[in-house]
């Protein structure tokens, strides 16, 4: 026991008065490192303790006004900025509207940080090693007695002179409380450490599941997979197999020149691509082929079909047969459909079909780029810097 | 009978030492529970498993199984979230309004209600999770960065539910947690077991009863009662606002946000008296939570039961005197046309029936006063089902007028909620101190200085 150090010397009074009186002679006595305990907090303490008030109060005002502004300029941002849409013809800040969420954060956050801010800041707890634990004094206290211990860190602690002022306070018992002195950290201990690492585990394991899996499971896709037909689905009501349909036959929108291909696989003559591969163009190739080719060929043509199996993945364009076909004759797959491949004519007028298939070639020719194209894109960024 | 109004009543009854006190609240968690603890427990958690059915085919089938359909669209779903929302205000009132007005006697009630705040909130959070169809992608109720690059819509009522609610039980249970954790470091102290006091140490953080750590706690305790008033009104104002908000006769009404914390406090109180009237019986706690207490509660019962009945009157008066058509016809269906059954179930439970509490005697009877609480509960639960489904079933045009009748799955879902409750309540009982042991013990008998202040043995 003895080779233990010594944290303090505590004494057991037995009612409220006399632990006020106590706490008073200690400060008196010019004692600073003391503390109190009780079961539950004594009125008139702080004073007696001659304690400053305490600052919690600076948190929650600091943490409150942040709550309070963070959600206001939040839902300034979002609802006035980032997506600005009128709902319910109220103005895109309509602050009114807004002050029951402001109202609420504020109140979340000065709550959590004061509570937070009080265990760990003011209390530096989690603390159950302290060396006051499972002594004779604690369990004590924790009842119905009132402690006072003098901590062997205070300057002007001697033993025999702190037992002998504890003694002419009259208490009813003194007991001289020791800890051992050990490193320890329990962070690195290998049970907590698979502890955190069973966690982890659980965590993106379950996340996992329930993104990939579960979500994807009866009665979960319930809402994905109903009776009626989808773009992309097969259908057994209709001959050819599709669940989507085409106008019918003959049927000419405006802009749509009637295509004299049609039907042919293997057509002998192929139309020229009467457009420029400009800047204007490529964008709105790529625009209409994200949204219309994307989810089969995936973003950039390599056949990744994001369809997850429900439609055969087609094979990639950067093929060294996709690579040979005219320009003609990816606007005839386009137009005419390839196999399992449905004709895209009814979706894309004249202009935006060449434009997908000038956006193909761009796709290819990056996908494949020679030594001088990356040359050149090189020399295009100098030239871009030094402008 | 002669009361002396000069001295305040003690809180405690009995003259109990703080060991006294300790032993009695702690009691309960260090002996075994008894066959009529495992005869209730089963009860509740019969009537969670008829909830269970009921969501697990709900979410299998589809809402299609429930009662609602054009044009009732919000019923019992609705219904009971608001049903509990307002039984877990009466904690948050107890707990800090109460704590905020220096009422002393509020220590013996206030953990429980506290608790009984916690699970009504959950309880009620259960239902409008449900109500959107398919509860696993509620995560889109949440202000997230997605890739739709779209935001929820923060001017709608109904987001403001999401916050006022999640924020509501979160302060709750820190506020809870906080009281807790002084009684947790007792429990520690107290008890033999190896694993209740791993367990008690991890939940108490290493409390010492410190002098220097009461300060902070206390002022931590006045900050969070502090913010828990408003926010405990705020919840039902808001609760409120989803019906108000919209312009839907019979819900449009500008004495709704008062109108629904009075009826929320009425209901949540009533439920406590139900509760309570068990527990101290059933725990020997006569002498902590005293007839005193249920007779004050009674009183704040008697008091919010006018408020409530002043507020149905005055939609009356507000329809006539407006001048509205749609809005006298609304009120004038409610009471007499195919719903007047509930309309006058509720008017009879919650108006009619407290008005008993004005004798004394009633209020300091357990058998009448268990009556009263009761029906109270059934009134509050049919004054939401009142003004939910009155409102709704007269659309603006006769061909779109409709009779809702709920489910079975309805009334399962309903059943689950009450075992949810009662089995947390139940379970509660006997793992933690039901009533604070640290508050208690300071609003004891001589459990404070005398006022000349530290005089030995003055």
Same mark, same amino acid.
């Given at each position: 026991?003895?080779?233990?150090?010594?944290?303090?010397?505590?004494?057991?009074?037995?009612?409220?008065?006399?632990?006020?009186?106590? $706490?008073?002679?200690?400060?008196?006595?010019?004692?600073?490192?003391?503390?109190?305990?009780?079961?539950?907090?004594?009125?008139?303490?702080?004073?007696?303790?001659?304690?400053?008030?305490?600052?919690?109060?600076?948190?929650?005002?600091?943490?409150?006004?942040?709550?309070?502004?963070?959600?206001?300029?939040?839902?300034?941002?979002?609802?006035?900025?980032?997506?600005?849409?009128?709902?319910?013809?109220?103005?895109?800040?309509?602050?009114? $509207?807004?002050?029951?969420?402001?109202?609420?954060?504020?109140?979340?956050?000065?709550?959590?940080?004061?509570?937070?801010?009080?265990?760990?800041?003011?209390?530096?707890?989690?603390?159950?090693?302290?060396?006051?634990?499972?002594?004779?004094?604690?369990?004590?206290?924790?009842?119905?007695?009132?402690?006072?211990?003098?901590?062997?860190?205070?300057?002007?602690?001697?033993?025999?002179?702190?037992?002998?002022?504890?003694?002419?306070?009259?208490?009813?018992?003194?007991?001289?409380?020791?800890?051992?002195?050990?490193?320890?950290?329990?962070?690195?201990?290998?049970?907590?450490?698979?502890?955190?690492?069973?966690?982890?585990?659980?965590?993106?394991?379950?996340?996992?599941?329930?993104?990939?899996?579960?979500?994807?499971?009866?009665?979960?896709?319930?809402?994905?997979?109903?009776?009626?037909?989808?773009?992309?689905?097969?259908?057994?009501?209709?001959?050819?197999?599709?669940?989507?349909?085409?106008?019918?036959?003959?049927?000419?929108?405006?802009?749509?020149?009637?295509?004299?291909?049609?039907?042919?696989?293997?057509?002998?003559?192929?139309?020229?691509?009467?457009?420029?591969?400009?800047?204007?163009?490529?964008?709105?190739?790529?625009?209409?082929?994200?949204?219309?080719?994307?989810?089969?060929?995936?973003?950039?043509?390599?056949?990744?079909?994001?369809?997850?199996?429900?439609?055969?993945?087609?094979?990639?364009?950067?093929?060294?047969?996709?690579?040979?076909?005219?320009?003609?004759?990816?606007?005839?797959?386009?137009?005419?459909?390839?196999?399992?491949?449905?004709?895209?004519?009814?979706?894309?007028?004249?202009?935006?079909?060449?434009?997908?298939?000038?956006?193909?070639?761009?796709?290819?020719?990056?996908?494949?780029?020679?030594?001088?194209?990356?040359?050149?894109?090189?020399?295009?960024?100098?030239?871009?810097?030094?402008? | 009978?002669?009361?002396?109004?000069?001295?305040?009543?003690?809180?405690?009854?009995?003259?109990?030492?703080?060991?006294?006190?300790?032993?009695?609240?702690?009691?309960?968690?260090?002996?075994?529970?008894?066959?009529?603890?495992?005869?209730?427990?089963?009860?509740?958690?019969?009537?969670?498993?008829?909830?269970?059915?009921?969501?697990?085919?709900?979410?299998?089938?589809?809402?299609?199984?429930?009662?609602?359909?054009?044009?009732?669209?919000?019923?019992?779903?609705?219904?009971?979230?608001?049903?509990?929302?307002?039984?877990?205000?009466?904690?948050?009132?107890?707990?800090?309004?109460?704590?905020?007005?220096?009422?002393?006697?509020?220590?013996?009630?206030?953990?429980?209600?506290?608790?009984?705040?916690?699970?009504?909130?959950?309880?009620?959070?259960?239902?409008?999770?449900?109500?959107?169809?398919?509860?696993?992608?509620?995560?889109?109720?949440?202000?997230?960065?997605?890739?739709?690059?779209?935001?929820?819509?923060?001017?709608?009522?109904?987001?403001?539910?999401?916050?006022?609610?999640?924020?509501?039980?979160?302060?709750?249970?820190?506020?809870?947690?906080?009281?807790?954790?002084?009684?947790?470091?007792?429990?520690?102290?107290?008890?033999?077991?190896?694993?209740?006091?791993?367990?008690?140490?991890?939940?108490?953080?290493?409390?010492?009863?410190?002098?220097?750590?009461?300060?902070?706690?206390?002022?931590?305790?006045?900050?969070?009662?502090?913010?828990?008033?408003?926010?405990?009104?705020?919840?039902?104002?808001?609760?409120?606002?989803?019906?108000?908000?919209?312009?839907?006769?019979?819900?449009?009404?500008?004495?709704?946000?008062?109108?629904?914390?009075?009826?929320?406090?009425?209901?949540?109180?009533?439920?406590?008296?139900?509760?309570?009237?068990?527990?101290?019986?059933?725990?020997?706690?006569?002498?902590?939570?005293?007839?005193?207490?249920?007779?004050?509660?009674?009183?704040?019962?008697?008091?919010?039961?006018?408020?409530?009945?002043?507020?149905?009157?005055?939609?009356?008066?507000?329809?006539?005197?407006?001048?509205?058509?749609?809005?006298?016809?609304?009120?004038?269906?409610?009471?007499?046309?195919?719903?007047?059954?509930?309309?006058?179930?509720?008017?009879?439970?919650?108006?009619?029936?407290?008005?008993?509490?004005?004798?004394?005697?009633?209020?300091?009877?357990?058998?009448?006063?268990?009556?009263?609480?009761?029906?109270?509960?059934?009134?509050?639960?049919?004054?939401?089902?009142?003004?939910?489904?009155?409102?709704?079933?007269?659309?603006?045009?006769?061909?779109?007028?409709?009779?809702?009748?709920?489910?079975?799955?309805?009334?399962?879902?309903?059943?689950?909620?009450?075992?949810?409750?009662?089995?947390?309540?139940?379970?509660?009982?006997?793992?933690?101190?039901?009533?604070?042991?640290?508050?208690?013990?300071?609003?004891?008998?001589?459990?404070?200085?005398?006022?000349?202040?530290?005089?030995?043995?003055?």
């Amino acid at each position: 026991m003895h080779n233990n150090k010594l944290y303090g010397i505590a004494a057991i009074f037995d009612n409220p008065d006399k632990i006020i009186a106590a $706490a008073k002679k200690t400060v008196e006595a010019g004692y600073s490192k003391f503390d109190v305990n009780t079961p539950y907090p004594v009125h008139g303490m702080e004073k007696a303790m001659k304690l400053k008030p305490s600052k919690l109060g600076f948190i929650t005002l600091v943490f409150g006004l942040t709550g309070s502004f963070l959600a206001l300029f939040f839902m300034y941002w979002t609802m006035s900025l980032d997506y600005p849409m009128i709902i319910g013809g109220k103005p895109f800040f309509a602050l009114p $509207a807004f002050i029951p969420v402001t109202f609420e954060v504020t109140v979340l956050l000065a709550t959590l940080a004061t509570v937070i801010g009080m265990i760990t800041f003011f209390f530096k707890f989690p603390e159950n090693h302290h060396p006051l634990h499972d002594t004779n004094y604690m369990k004590q206290v924790s009842i119905d007695k009132f402690g006072l211990v003098i901590e062997s860190v205070d300057k002007n602690f001697e033993i025999e002179k702190v037992k002998d002022f504890l003694n002419s306070l009259n208490p009813i018992s003194i007991e001289e409380i020791y800890y051992k002195e050990k490193e320890t950290y329990s962070v690195l201990e290998p049970r907590f450490l698979t502890f955190l690492f069973a966690i982890a585990l659980v965590t993106s394991g379950s996340t996992y599941f329930i993104l990939n899996k579960l979500l994807y499971m009866t009665p979960f896709n319930w809402m994905s997979e109903q009776l009626k037909l989808n773009p992309q689905k097969p259908s057994e009501l209709f001959a050819d197999g599709f669940g989507m349909r085409n106008p019918v036959k003959g049927t000419v929108a405006r802009g749509f020149m009637p295509y004299l291909a049609k039907g042919q696989n293997n057509p002998t003559e192929l139309l020229e691509n009467p457009y420029l591969i400009t800047e204007e163009n490529i964008k709105l190739g790529k625009s209409k082929y994200l949204t219309f080719c994307s989810p089969c060929h995936g973003n950039y043509g390599d056949g990744d079909s994001r369809l997850r199996g429900q439609f055969p993945n087609p094979p990639s364009l950067h093929s060294q047969r996709a690579r040979d076909f005219k320009d003609g004759m990816i606007y005839h797959v386009i137009v005419n459909g390839q196999n399992s491949m449905p004709s895209y004519a009814p979706y894309l007028n004249v202009e935006e079909r060449w434009a997908v298939v000038n956006y193909i070639r761009v796709l290819q020719r990056a996908k494949n780029a020679s030594d001088s194209d990356i040359q050149f894109v090189k020399k295009e960024n100098l030239n871009n810097a030094s402008n | 009978m002669n009361i002396d109004y000069s001295k305040e009543a003690p809180v405690v009854a009995g003259r109990l030492s703080l060991a006294e006190i300790e032993e009695l609240v702690a009691k309960p968690l260090d002996t075994k529970p008894d066959r009529k603890y495992f005869i209730a427990l089963s009860i509740a958690v019969s009537a969670l498993m008829i909830g269970a059915i009921s969501l697990g085919l709900s979410f299998y089938w589809g809402l299609g199984l429930w009662g609602n359909n054009q044009p009732i669209g919000w019923a019992f779903d609705i219904v009971n979230f608001v049903f509990w929302v307002g039984i877990g205000h009466a904690g948050t009132l107890i707990s800090a309004i109460l704590f905020l007005l220096r009422q002393k006697w509020r220590t013996g009630i206030a953990r429980f209600a506290e608790a009984m705040t916690i699970f009504a909130v959950i309880c009620a959070g259960l239902f409008p999770a449900i109500h959107t169809g398919r509860p696993w992608l509620d995560g889109y109720l949440l202000p997230y960065p997605n890739q739709h690059s779209l935001w929820v819509n923060f001017t709608s009522p109904l987001l403001w539910d999401v916050f006022a609610v999640s924020t509501y039980f979160t302060v709750s249970l820190v506020f809870w947690y906080i009281g807790l954790i002084p009684d947790f470091a007792t429990l520690r102290d107290r008890t033999n077991s190896k694993i209740k006091k791993t367990i008690y140490s991890i939940f108490s953080l290493g409390w010492r009863h410190s002098s220097r750590h009461w300060q902070h706690y206390e002022k931590a305790y006045m900050l969070l009662a502090g913010f828990a008033t408003p926010l405990v009104l705020s919840v039902h104002t808001i609760v409120s606002f989803d019906f108000a908000v919209s312009i839907l006769p019979g819900w449009h009404t500008t004495i709704f946000p008062p109108y629904f914390v009075a009826g929320a406090i009425f209901s949540g109180f009533a439920m406590v008296v139900t509760v309570l009237v068990f527990v101290r019986k059933v725990f020997n706690l006569e002498n902590i939570i005293t007839m005193d207490h249920l007779d004050k509660m009674n009183k704040v019962i008697l008091a919010t039961g006018m408020m409530v009945g002043y507020a149905y009157g005055m939609e009356f008066f507000i329809a006539w005197y407006s001048g509205v058509q749609a809005e006298q016809f609304v009120f004038v269906n409610r009471a007499f046309g195919p719903y007047a059954w509930a309309y006058w179930i509720m008017v009879s439970c919650n108006v009619i029936f407290p008005q008993l509490f004005w004798f004394r005697k009633f209020r300091r009877s357990i058998p009448v006063m268990m009556v009263i609480v009761i029906l109270v509960n059934v009134g509050m639960w049919f004054e939401r089902f009142v003004i939910t489904v009155t409102s709704l079933h007269r659309d603006f045009l006769p061909s779109s007028w409709g009779y809702y009748v709920p489910t079975l799955y309805d009334f399962g879902l309903l059943i689950g909620s009450f075992g949810l409750f009662f089995t947390l309540v139940i379970l509660f009982t006997k793992t933690l101190p039901v009533v604070s042991i640290s508050e208690v013990k300071a609003v004891a008998e001589g459990a404070q200085p005398s006022h000349h202040g530290g005089v030995v043995n003055a």
